[in-house]
């Protein structure tokens, strides 16, 4: 099972950025789904969260700026950020908990990281 980022880039504060993340492999179903960040110096830090079922939540300092989506079809996640600032300039992490066999083991899964970067 792979993940694989795409989306980041350098943006002015204000400005919106969508970011998305495609699993690949072999497994039977995606639990959870959602977004880390690291800022440099900082601990990966939890960002936003999709069930599912499509029941999100997310951090506070985010909320009401960033939305998270999914497509069950395509086994990918999204994170529409809008109104960036400077303080979430950091390293994105997307991470899915996959449902590997119909035992139903099943482990999480991180992608391997994109850098969003907001200019003041």
């Known amino acids: 099972v792979q993940l694989v980022e795409s989306g980041g880039g350098l943006v002015q504060a204000g400005g919106s950025l969508k970011l998305s993340c495609a699993a690949s492999g072999s497994f039977v179903s995606i639990d959870n789904m959602g977004w880390y960040r690291q800022a440099p110096g900082a601990q990966r830090e939890w960002v936003a969260i999709?069930?599912?079922?499509?029941?999100?939540s997310y951090t506070e300092s985010v909320k009401g700026r960033f939305t998270i989506s999914r497509d069950n079809a395509k086994n990918t996640v999204s994170l529409q950020m809008n109104s960036l600032k400077p303080e979430d300039t950091a390293v994105y992490y997307c991470t899915m908990n996959i449902i590997r066999n119909l035992m139903g083991a099943n482990r999480d899964y991180w992608g391997q990281g994109t850098q969003v970067t907001v200019s003041s």
């Open positions: 999709i069930s599912k079922g499509g029941s999100t």
